[in-house]
């Protein structure tokens, strides 16, 4: 079989400030740039070319035609999207490689937080602009909170996810903790206790200032090539096992809230496709999305790692810290890196690819063979995307 | 192994401007039309691709996620994609990578846009431009195309009143298409007279602002054969794109579309056909402009380079010529939904099929070719169906 895909060069510009001194086109340059010297590829190698972008997010229609020149895709057969999560990318890059294994596909995406206010309410009304606007739109514009509406609706499937498995504010608490010690490894002076945590500004309770991610600017880059190919390229090939991407329903009335039902089936998919009966054993490690501290938790039910009753007690033994027996989001994740909205799915898979590779300095668990990345589209969306990574 | 993809249903629906559906209605319709043509139902379909270029126009952040529910498409992977104009071809292409990966059987292909939920659908376009060297001029898309019509006549030696022939001619064609939103009866004299949005290119040059969506099913080989006797294969499928800044291309010169041929070249590769002009049976390109129905005939090899006025002169392009373009109307007379332009992509279908109705041409159809356009002369995405 020479027709399986492999992830071959990943490309990563983040920072947890404000990046003011590229534009968005610069900052995809960089990450590409990266990605190719990683997969030891020049710009003429690159056959066809993928980004994911949001427009109302990027301020400009058309988002995605202003990606082109940074990915080398200029001249090529470029496919790109945009309404999506950088990690559809990596799922219709797979599909071209499958279509056409002589293929190499970049698949790119950027996000720059910065240029907006993430906090504004120009972005809060952005949420209630992504409603169906005859029945959720109007109810959700009346949302008076100057604390905004993605809270509240966070906070909404916060309390029902806890009503459902009797988790406690301390407990969600804890992940985000989780999180942001595993995102600083060597600060040992300033130690994270729930404390702190609990004690930060109360946005929409159960949903506080340290258990929601940060918005912050990132672009990344991964080139996908087939096991033919990958053979001749420099770097250690990871292959891709499984895809899964699924969609609830946008309307929020109709939707049950605090269960990630889109999680579920895109693993379901991801799952059949790679094989994996028992994720809770055969998975190593697993980047899922943490939006929200209690996403996380959700996710992981989600996933296929632990069941509903199971969550405290994994939190309480350490199950999903960066020693335990299934490390969760050992990067830091979103709650301790930062969430750049819609390049933060591709920067999942990037961190996968280094933990698989042997690579993630500082992040490293040891003996990662099957690496799982999730993301989710973030409030009000029931979007989710997974992949499942395995070593060469 | 790359897997054969065959259409296998087309969802149809009359383009309009401000319809009265919502974009969860306009999809409901044309998924519905689409699964009755092909005798399946939703819950044979494995994945939906969606395509609409610019949220913007109907104002719904992810526009396509508010209509999951309304394709079938609930609990299923769906995707979107958006490359401008040429979403119309490039999402049908997204389904035909979803099915001859191996990876799905069935796929629904929705291509849909509401560009009249808005005050001004050109004040929406100038947000589609460069927002510091190109938006503050006040660029839009008739002064863009006005710009790429004038390089275009000159460097072929072409006029203006082969440019209102082709309008003459689709929104003639379009009297016969039912789901047509301006089918007009013309003289070139009455385009000739219409006034000027940007010279060269004047009213009747255009097309119109329309709401409106379109449904393709694909499948895989066994699935069409079992479905259908005579399945319509997708042949070859071709992308190109440009860079966003023109100015600095290496082919500064807007008159020749080197993107376009790019993509025409990789779909006839694809298809094994060498020689267009006598392969090729039947076209749709994508004409929002008249003189763009022109520059996609040259690219895609349906005439000589530069032959596209005699082309519409000796009437080879007119519904009972030798190689018809455009019988339904196309965005001139059918209506120019930008995604749902994936229009062209069904009447090639419908012609294949000889099911075209009033619209049929008086000549056998085999191989059909259909394209889309868009982005800042950017995209472009050619599609060649054919039967065995």
């Known amino acids: 079989m020479n027709n399986r895909v492999c992830i071959v060069g990943i490309g990563v510009v983040e920072s947890a400030e404000a990046i003011t001194q590229f534009s968005h086109k610069e900052l995809l340059f960089h990450a590409t740039r990266k990605a190719l010297d990683d997969a030891g590829l020049e710009r003429k190698d690159i056959d066809s070319g993928i980004t994911a972008t949001f427009d109302f997010l990027e301020g400009r229609s058309l988002s995605n035609q202003f990606t082109l020149d940074s990915i080398g895709g200029v001249m090529k057969p470029c496919d790109l999207r945009l309404g999506e999560d950088g990690i559809y990318g990596l799922f219709a890059g797979y599909m071209e490689v499958m279509a056409d294994p002589s293929q190499i596909v970049v698949v790119a995406s950027v996000q720059k937080a910065s240029e907006r206010d993430p906090e504004g309410l120009g972005y809060q009304k952005l949420i209630a602009d992504s409603m169906d606007p005859v029945f959720s739109r109007p109810v959700c514009k009346a949302v008076h909170n100057i604390l905004g509406l993605e809270s509240v609706l966070a906070a909404m499937e916060a309390r029902a996810f806890m009503d459902r498995t009797g988790l406690s504010e301390e407990q969600l608490a804890k992940v985000a903790v989780k999180n942001l010690k595993n995102a600083n490894p060597g600060d040992k002076n300033s130690p994270m206790e729930e404390e702190a945590v609990l004690k930060s500004d109360l946005l929409s309770w159960p949903i506080r200032r340290m258990t929601k991610a940060k918005e912050v600017d990132a672009a990344c880059t991964i080139i996908l090539a087939s096991e033919k190919r990958a053979k001749d390229l420099h770097s250690e090939p990871v292959f891709i096992r499984g895809i899964g991407w699924c969609s609830d329903k946008s309307h929020l009335p109709f939707r049950e809230q605090g269960v990630s039902k889109e999680t579920k089936w895109a693993a379901h998919q991801a799952y059949h496709m790679a094989g994996i009966r028992r994720p809770d054993k055969e998975i190593d490690l697993a980047e899922v999305s943490d939006w929200y501290a209690h996403r996380e938790l959700m996710h992981c039910e989600a996933l296929g790692f632990c069941q509903a009753n199971e969550i405290g007690s994994h939190i309480a033994e350490g199950m999903f810290e960066r020693e335990g027996t299934l490390p969760v989001n050992a990067s830091g994740g979103l709650l301790g890196r930062g969430n750049a909205v819609g390049t933060s799915g591709l920067i999942r898979i990037a961190q996968v690819v280094q933990q698989i590779r042997g690579q993630a300095n500082g992040y490293q668990v040891s003996g990662v063979e099957v690496g799982l990345a999730h993301s989710w589209g973030g409030i009000p969306t029931a979007t989710a995307g997974v992949a499942v990574l395995g070593k060469w | ?324 373009v455009n019988a339904s109307g196309g965005l001139q007379g059918e209506g120019n939904p930008i995604g749902a332009g994936m229009s062209r992509l069904c009447w090639c279908y419908l012609q294949i099929k000889g099911k075209a109705g009033a619209c049929q041409v008086p000549k056998d159809v085999n191989t059909a070719v259909a394209n889309g356009w868009g982005g800042m002369y950017q995209y472009n995405a050619v599609m060649v169906l054919g039967r065995d």
């Open chain 2, 1 to 324: 192994m790359v897997k054969r993809v065959a259409i296998v249903g087309v969802g149809m629906q009359k383009f309009e401007f401000r319809k009265r559906e919502t974009v969860e209605e306009m999809i409901f319709d044309v998924t519905r039309d689409a699964l009755e043509n092909s005798g399946l139902s939703k819950d044979d379909i494995d994945a939906v691709v969606f395509g609409s270029a610019v949220d913007a126009f109907c104002g719904i952040h992810n526009s396509d996620k508010v209509a999951i529910d309304a394709s079938g498409g609930l609990l299923k992977p769906t995707m979107r994609n958006s490359t401008s104009g040429s979403t119309a071809i490039s999402t049908p292409i997204l389904g035909y990578t979803h099915v001859a990966s191996g990876m799905y059987d069935i796929v629904m292909v929705i291509c849909f846009e509401k560009m009249s939920e808005n005050h001004a659908a050109q004040a929406v376009f100038n947000t589609v431009y460069d927002e510091a060297f190109v938006r503050p001029i006040g660029l839009n898309v008739p002064i863009q195309c006005g710009l790429e019509a004038r390089a275009y006549l000159h460097r072929y030696g072409l006029t203006e009143r082969q440019m209102a022939k082709v309008s003459v001619k689709n929104r003639g064609n379009a009297l016969a298409n039912p789901y047509a939103q301006l089918p007009m009866k013309l003289t070139v004299e009455d385009v000739m007279a219409s006034p000027y949005l940007s010279w060269p290119v004047k009213l009747l040059d255009t097309s119109p602002v329309t709401d409106g969506a379109r449904a393709v099913i694909l499948a895989s080989e066994d699935v069409a054969k079992e479905l259908d006797d005579d399945p319509v294969w997708i042949k070859g499928v071709g992308r190109g794109a440009d860079s966003v800044w023109f100015m600095g291309r290496r082919n500064a010169d807007l008159g020749r579309l080197d993107y376009a041929y790019l993509a025409a070249q990789q779909a006839y590769d694809m298809a094994g056909i060498r020689n267009p002009m006598a392969e090729i049976d039947y076209a749709e390109v994508y004409d929002p402009f008249t003189y763009k129905e022109m520059q996609h005939c040259e690219a895609l090899g349906l005439c000589p380079e530069g032959g596209a006025g005699r082309m519409i002169d000796e009437g080879i392009s007119l519904k009972d010529g030798d190689l018809p």
